[in-house]
Nanobody, 117 residues
Framework: QVYVVESGGGLAQPGGSLRLSCSDSRSFRTVYYVAWYRQIPEKERELVASINGAGNINYADSVKGRFTISRDNDKNTAYLQMNSLKPEDTAKYYC???????????WGQGTQVTVSS
């Protein structure tokens, strides 16, 4: 069963913006941690941003000042607002959700982001 679904990827020009969404079919009120990762072929998955239940947020140095992670418990959704996109942001982006309800650790299928002119 699929619990986590990402959306919002696509093609953007350098300097452009995209907003990724991470929707969970369970109540987000049991979610204590959400993170966005990205991966390019033959490379390890890289942590991009994370937010915990207390609202503490962390960003990879490469995206600080450009990306913003947020969550909306009423919509059971987390977001990754990506501004000032660069070609090196091109990757498949994955959402990771950690919850107090089963399954405790869920990944989505990923959404492709391509930044190119």
């Amino acid at each position: 069963q699929v619990y986590v679904v990402e959306s919002g990827g696509g093609l953007a020009q350098p300097g452009g913006s995209l907003r990724l969404s991470c929707s969970d079919s369970r109540s987000f009120r049991t979610v204590y941690y959400v993170a966005w990762y990205r991966q390019i072929p033959e490379k390890e998955r890289e942590l991009v941003a994370s937010i915990n239940g207390a609202g503490n947020i962390n960003y990879a140095d490469s995206v600080k000042g450009r990306f913003t992670i947020s969550r909306d418990n009423d919509k059971n959704t987390a977001y990754l607002q990506m501004n000032s996109l660069k070609p090196e942001d091109t990757a498949k982006y994955y959402c990771n959700v950690k919850s107090f309800s089963l399954p405790f650790d869920s990944w989505g299928q990923g959404t492709q982001v391509t930044v190119s002119s």
